[in-house]
């Protein structure tokens, strides 16, 4: 038995499809062009201003480790403690803040990479 394609049917949906992007024009269309680049700029820029500012924590604990102002230890604390701030905040209750703490502390343990990236920061 030969199986054969079903025979070709034009498309009258391709001519509907055409003259509705042909109408997609004019002043009603240009203004809401600008208006959600607008929004994607202005969710673009306030996502880098808050990134920026989750940069900066990490960041600053990282120069205070490399001027030696912190050991690798307290270094690891201070960013146990913001990731715990950042996903939890300051209001969460003490046991649930501890057992985030916890398994942050074990899994940079655990971890095999994670724990010889550790390791450098002693010897750098």
């Known amino acids: 038995m030969k199986i054969t394609r079903p025979p070709r049917v034009p498309r009258s949906g391709s001519a509907t499809k055409a003259s509705a992007l042909a109408g997609a024009k004019g002043k009603s269309f240009a203004g809401k062009l600008a208006s959600a680049e607008h929004g994607a700029r202005t969710a673009n820029g306030t996502e880098k201003l808050a990134n920026a500012r989750k940069l900066s924590a990490v960041t ?3 120069a205070e480790l490399k001027a030696g ?3 690798p230890q307290a270094a690891l604390e201070r960013v146990v ?3 715990v701030n950042r996903h939890l905040g300051k209001t ?3 046991a649930r803040r501890a057992q985030l703490a916890t398994m942050l502390r074990e899994t940079l343990a655990d971890d095999p990479l994670l724990a010889a990236k550790v390791r450098a920061l002693g010897r750098e």
């Open 60 to 62: 600053e604990i990282g």
């Open 69 to 71: 102002k912190l050991t």
């Open 81 to 83: 403690e913001h990731v």
């Open 92 to 94: 969460a209750s003490p």
